[in-house]
C-alpha cells in the first residue's frame, strides 16, 4: 500500500510544484518546451554527481557563487578587499538587515524574517523560465537580485545564503541532480532544513520553507552524500500550525482553519491509516474547497489552492496532508469595478456558467444514451 499511496504522492506533488512556482510566471509554449528539452538533454548526457556548493554551473548559464568575501567584511567591517560592485551588494544588503532584523531575535526568527521580506519585496525574472537565460540584470547573484528585484533561483539561493552568513547562521547553496535548479540548506538550532524562496516568492505562505529531507525529496533529487541530512520538522511553519481531523470528511474544516490562519498553509493529519483511497479523497475534497472558495466574492481580493500533496510523517509516522493557499490582490483593471459592479457581474457570470454546466450535463446524459 505504502508503494502505491508514494505514487499518488509523487502525482500531486508535480502537479502542486508546477502550480506552485508557476502561477506568477507566464509559461508560453516555447518556453516550456526548452526547459523540457534541457531537462531530457541533462539526463541523456549522465552529468557525474557533484560534490561542490560552489562554481557548479546550473542550465550550463549560471554559476553558484561564493558570498563569503562579502558576509566577512560585513561581520568584520573591513570592507578594503571587496571590489565596487561586491560593496554595493554589502551596502543593499546591511539596508535589508537593519530593516527587518531586531535584537534579541533568535536564529529562526531572523529566518523567518529574511525569508518574509525576500517573498515580499523580490520576484521571478519575467522573461526567465526557471533558468532558461533570456533576461538581463544578472538575475543570479545578490547584486542583482538586490538591486533589480528580481532572480532566478540561484540568485534566490545565493541571496538568501548571504543574508544568513551575515547573522552567522549556517547555510548551504544546493542543487539537483540535473543542475537545473537551486535552493538553500539552512541550519536553525543543530538541525537542518531546506528552504526554497524561489517556489513561495510573491506567496509567502511557507509551502516550501524548512522542509526535511523525508519531504523535500518528493520534489528533488541531490547529492546526499556532500550535503548534510535534514530530519527535524521543528522549525517548520505548516507543523507549527497542524490541524488534526479524525477523518476525511472532516476536511472542510480544517481547510477553513488554513484559509483564515495568518499563513494560509499548514499539514492536517488524518486519524488512523491512510490508504489509497483516503489520499485520492482529500485531494478530491480540498478541490471541491478550492472550487467553492472561488465563488466568494472579497473586495479586491482572490484566492487559490496554492498546493495539496501528501508527506510521509518522519515524526510520528504515517502522513502528512499539506496544503497551502495564496491571497492575492486584484489588478489594476478589476479595481476600476466598484464593489457594487463586482458584485453584479459575479452574479450575472455565474448565471451563466451554470448556464452552461446545464447544457453540458445535458449533452453528456444524450450521448451516455
Known sequence: MKKTLLTVVAVVVTLALFAGVGASIYYSVSSYNSITAYVKEMHDKE???????????????????????????????????????????????????????????SDFEKEVAIYDWMCKNLAHDENLLVVIPTGSGEPDTPYGVLKFHNAVCVGYATT???????????????????????????????????????ADVGRGNYTHFNL?????????????????????????????????????????????????????????????????????KAVAITNIFAEALNGVYIPNVNIWLDGAQWYPDDLNGGFLFSVSFY???????????TDEERTEMNDIIYEIINQIQEQLSGNNTENME
Open 47 to 105: 552529468i557525474p554527481e557533484e560534490t561542490r556548493e560552489n562554481d557548479v554551473k546550473i542550465a550550463e548559464s549560471y554559476k553558484i557563487m561564493s558570498t563569503e568575501d562579502i558576509s566577512d567584511a560585513y561581520k568584520s567591517g573591513d570592507t578594503s578587499k571587496l571590489n565596487d560592485k561586491q560593496k554595493e551588494t554589502l551596502d543593499m544588503a546591511k539596508k535589508v538587515v537593519d530593516e527587518v532584523i531586531k535584537d534579541g531575535m
Open 327 to 337: 491571497f492575492y490582490q486584484e489588478n489594476e483593471a478589476s479595481e476600476s469595478l
Open 212 to 280: 526535511p529531507d523525508s519531504m523535500r525529496r518528493t520534489q528533488a533529487n541531490w547529492d546526499t552524500s556532500y550535503f548534510p541530512a535534514a530530519t527535524s520538522l521543528k522549525y517548520n511553519k505548516s507543523m507549527e500550525n497542524m490541524v488534526k481531523v479524525a477523518n476525511v470528511f472532516e476536511l472542510p474544516t480544517a481547510l477553513s482553519q488554513i484559509v483564515l490562519s495568518d499563513t494560509h498553509s499548514a499539514f492536517i493529519k488524518i486519524d488512523g491509516e491512510v490508504n489509497e483511497d483516503i489520499a485520492h
Open 160 to 198: 538568501f545564503r548571504l543574508f544568513m552568513q551575515m547573522m552567522d547562521i549556517e547555510c548551504m547553496v544546493v542543487h539537483n541532480t540535473e543542475c537545473y535548479h537551486s535552493w538553500d540548506l539552512v541550519k536553525i538550532d543543530g538541525d537542518w532544513y531546506h528552504t526554497d524562496i524561489y
